[in-house]
């Protein structure tokens, strides 16, 4: 039987998710990620020694898969497209209207919309600094 999500983060021993993302072009990544996809800062400095944002994405996951699992995602997200180890997977409310946003902002489609085998609306995009965004849509049991 699986844990409902308040039981898991109630026993888990890890309070936040925080993934840190080198960024070449700040104001850019910031831009995109704060302004065009929306999501809140929680917390931002500017100093001489360098910039940071803290930005609230969500509730965090740690997704682990297996070399074929991330081979088959990648032949149904993006035409077998090459996934880097690290890929952020973003829910959001309709992953087409969000791709659409971010597209014409700079990002670039590698693939979808798709749905997938399991029953998720998936677009898969590359960030300006490379970073490979999966945005999906839970869809209905």
């Keep these: 039987m699986r844990a409902s999500l308040v039981e898991r983060r109630m026993t888990s021993p890890v309070k936040e998710l925080r993934v840190a993302v080198l960024v070449d072009d700040y104001d850019t990544a910031v831009g995109l990620y704060r ?41 149904v997200e993006a035409d077998g497209a ?4 690290i890929r952020l997977a973003l829910e959001v409310g309709d992953s087409v209207d ?13 693939g979808g919309p798709v ?16 970073t490979q965004l999966t945005l ?6």
């Excluded at 070399?67 to 990648?74: A, Y």
């Design 82 to 85: 090459e996934s880097p180890p």
């Design 136 to 141: 999906f849509t839970v869809l209905g049991d």
């Design 35 to 75: 302004d065009v996809l929306g999501l809140p800062v929680i917390q931002s400095w500017d100093e001489d020694h360098g910039s940071g944002v803290i930005l609230d994405a969500g509730h965090a996951t740690l997704e682990l898969l297996s070399r074929k699992q991330v081979e088959l995602v990648d032949r």
């Design 98 to 110: 969000t791709a659409a946003r971010l597209e014409a902002a700079g990002v670039e489609r590698l």
């Design 115 to 130: 749905v997938t085998p399991w029953n998720h609306r998936n677009v898969r995009l590359r960030d300006p600094q490379g």
